[in-house]
């Protein structure tokens, strides 16, 4: 069976965790996989889900089924989170949230309901944008193309561009969209630029899927949600694929929703019907460990504002890495202008370095980053900030 088999080569970003563990280097610093670290690089478990965890525990009587949906009351916070609390979309019965193992699973299980319904689309995404969106679409037999998106030369969005090529998008085809802390150049559009962005959607008819694994992480949980919230206003169908990974620190308890929003009440009922036929194909029914401390802490007043307060302190420090990071670049004598950093938002920046200057990096710093020169911000901390900065001069 497997003679002709030849391994393949490691993930782009989950083979850094392997490459960086084995390194002996007591300097190293690893920048690659976007998780939060506080300043003493440890990601550490929020206190909202410390306790939620205790009440689950204590409370949970059965470990038996709980069928395809998995946790309702995960489902439904889910929902308001993410569309609010007084929606519209939610009030008219268009849209319905089921949990998924995690922001990738919801993206295949968007990507197979695709598939299933209109074999002949395709997906746009931006250039460039998460390298397992251009694993995860192709191999549920979605054919890929992008639309432009980032600008090397400022660090900033290509706008224009962008808007011009997505008008040729049409019926049929789904356009791939970042909600808030594009991954992985960490621009995203203004407020003012989804609502022209939303209102092309509509106009030209395609799809949109957002991606929204960063809630929280950009300018607020609230205000993260806009662009989900206006294509749904504007657009008769919408796909939504979130992830609590981030925002909740719940990484491995693999915690994510798919939502889709339809035209009508019936027709949210029907898709939900064949999104449980595609997920018992694949995994069956999702874990229901992480999505109940969820549930406790979205139904607990006392629990969410903890969790809130504790979202905008992972938000704040990240920003003030971002404001201190291109200071003292800045203050470093390094002469390429990073000013950008302070400017993007979530966890990540490109450096625009080569691939030539990230291996120096890695083989003369043990400074691990993803091969586009994509850094998680959220790695930095006063212990390496300036080894870091000394590194990024020498290979500079
Ligand atoms: C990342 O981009 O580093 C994260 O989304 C983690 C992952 O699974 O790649």
């Not at 084995?22 to 300097?27: G, I, K, V, W």
């Not at 203004?190 to 092309?200: C, G, K, N, R, V």
């Not at 069956?284 to 903890?306: A, C, K, N, V, Y």
């Not at 691990?368 to 006063?382: P, Q």
Request: negative net charge.
């Amino acid at each position: 069976m497997f003679e002709h088999l030849n391994a393949v080569p490691p993930d782009p970003i989950l083979g850094i965790l392997a490459a960086y563990a084995a390194d002996t280097n007591p300097r190293k610093i690893d920048l690659g996989i976007g998780v939060y670290r506080d300043e003493t690089g440890n990601t550490p478990i929020l206190q909202s889900v410390v306790k939620a965890e205790k009440t689950l525990i204590a409370t949970q009587t059965t470990k038996s089924y709980l069928g395809p949906p998995g946790v309702a009351g995960f489902n439904d916070a889910m929902g308001e989170l993410i569309f609010g609390h007084d929606s519209d979309t939610i009030k008219q019965g268009r849209v319905r949230t089921i949990q998924t193992p995690g922001g990738t699973a919801a993206l295949r299980v968007g990507a197979d309901l695709i598939r299933h319904t209109r074999p002949e689309s395709g997906i746009w995404a931006s250039d460039p944008t998460w390298a397992n969106h251009l694993a995860l679409f192709p191999a549920a037999g979605l054919p890929m193309d992008s639309y432009p998106y980032f600008d090397e030369i400022n660090s900033d969005l290509r706008y224009e561009d962008m808007m011009e090529a997505l008008k040729n998008r049409g019926a049929g085809d789904v356009v791939l969209f970042h909600a808030c802390c594009h991954n992985p150049c960490g621009v995203s559009p203004d407020p003012a630029q989804w609502e022209s962005i939303t209102d092309l959607a509509a106009e030209r008819g395609f799809t949109p899927m957002v991606d929204m694994a960063y809630m929280g992480f950009e300018r607020g949980v609230e205000e993260d949600s806009l662009a989900v919230r206006l294509f749904s206003k504007k657009c008769p169908e919408v796909i939504v694929a979130s992830s609590c990974s981030k925002n909740f620190a719940v990484y491995r308890e693999r915690v994510g929703a798919i939502s889709i929003v339809c035209e009508n009440e019936q027709k949210a009922a029907d898709v939900e019907s064949v999104i449980h036929s595609l997920t018992r194909k694949n995994y069956s029914m999702p874990p229901t460990h992480g999505p109940g401390i969820i549930d406790i802490i979205l139904h607990s007043d006392e629990l969410t504002e903890l969790w809130l307060s504790e979202v905008n302190a992972m938000r704040n420090r990240i920003n003030g890495l971002r404001k201190t990071l291109a200071e003292k670049i800045s203050a470093s004598g390094i002469s390429k202008d990073f000013s950008f950093l302070e400017r993007q938002s979530g966890m990540f920046s490109f450096l625009g370095l080569s691939v030539e200057q990230v291996g120096r990096l890695k083989n003369e710093f043990a400074i691990y980053t993803v091969n586009s020169a994509r850094v998680n911000i959220a790695s930095f901390n006063d212990g390496n900030m300036d080894y870091f900065i000394e590194a990024l001069a020498t290979v500079l």
